[in-house]
C-alpha cells in the first residue's frame, strides 16, 4: 500500500523527497533529456557523465576559432633609424579567414627608445591601422603593446603588422630586444 | 571617447584592404599621449571612429584637435592627402 502515493522523479522540478518516489529504471537521464555530455563543459561530471563542451564554447556563438598565432618577427639586440615622421614595421603571418570574419591582434614590444614621448607602435591588420599606443615614454627598455580588431571582413589574407611610428622631427632609433604579434581570426 | 578622423593612403578593395606600401591610417597628426583603436570604417566618406583612452589633459587637447578643426582643417594641418579608393584616380 502506498501511503502516501510514491511520485514519479521529474525534470520540471529538483523535489526529491525520502520516501516519495520510486525511481526510473532509465535513470535520471530518461527523467531529463538535457542531462547529457554535450550539455556539460569539459573537465566536469555529472552523475558519471564527463562533460564534452570545449571551454571557449558559447551557445549563442555558432562559429568558431578559425586560426590564431604567435609571431616572433623579432628577438634579437638590433638599432633601427626611422626617419622623422617616418616608421619602421614587422610584419607577422598572413590569414586567410572566410567571409564576414573578425580579426583581433596584439603587437608587443620590448624596446630601448632614443627620446621620451615621441614614439608609438603601430597595428596594423590588411594595410590598415586599427590602433595605435600611448608614447614610449622612458628612455629605458620598456614594454609598450598595442590592440586592435577588424569585423566583417571579405574573404581573403590579411597580414598583421606592428610598427614603430616617429613623430619627432628629427631621426630617433629604438634598440630591440623583441617584437611579437599575436593573431587570431574567428568565423562569423 | 570616440571620435572620427579623417583616413589617407590608398586603399586596395573594400574588404577592406590598404597597400602595404601606403597603408589606410588615420591622418598624419601626433593626436598624443593616448591610446586608441579604430572600432569602425566609413571609407566612402575617408573616415575612421576610434575609441581613444588616456589621461584627462590628454584627451581634452584631443578633443580640442578633433571637434575644433573640419575635415578640410585637419587634412591640410597634417599634410596627407585624402583616401585614394579603387578606381578613382
Known sequence: MRDPSLEAIVAA???YRKGYHDGN????????????????RQGKTVFGLPGTVAAYHDDAWDGGIQSAGLSTVSHKYTETDIDAGDNYQYTG????????????????????????????????????LVAESGYISTTGYSVKTVMGYREGLAAGDYTVALEVKNYDTETRWVRRISYYLGEGSVSA | ??????????????????????????IDLDLGDVEWHAVGFDLENGLVEIE??????????????????????????????????????
Open chain 2, 1 to 26: 571617447m570616440k571620435f572620427l578622423v579623417p583616413l589617407t593612403g590608398t586603399l586596395l578593395t573594400y574588404g577592406p584592404t590598404g597597400d602595404p606600401d601606403d597603408p589606410v591610417r588615420v
Open chain 1, 93 to 128: 603571418h598572413p590569414l586567410t579567414v572566410v567571409e564576414g570574419a573578425v580579426i583581433e591582434a596584439f603587437g608587443m614590444a620590448h624596446v630601448l627608445a632614443e627620446a621620451i614621448n615621441k614614439l608609438k607602435m603601430q597595428l596594423l591588420i590588411g594595410g590598415v
Open chain 1, 13 to 15: 522540478n529538483d523535489d
Open chain 2, 52 to 89: 581613444v583612452s588616456g589621461a584627462e589633459a590628454a584627451m581634452l587637447k584631443i578633443k580640442q584637435l578633433l571637434e575644433g578643426n573640419t575635415v578640410q582643417e585637419l587634412y591640410d594641418m597634417s599634410g596627407s592627402p585624402r583616401l585614394k579608393k579603387p578606381g578613382v584616380s
Open chain 1, 25 to 40: 529504471a532509465g535513470g535520471l537521464r530518461a527523467v531529463d533529456t538535457d542531462l547529457a555530455v554535450g550539455n556539460i
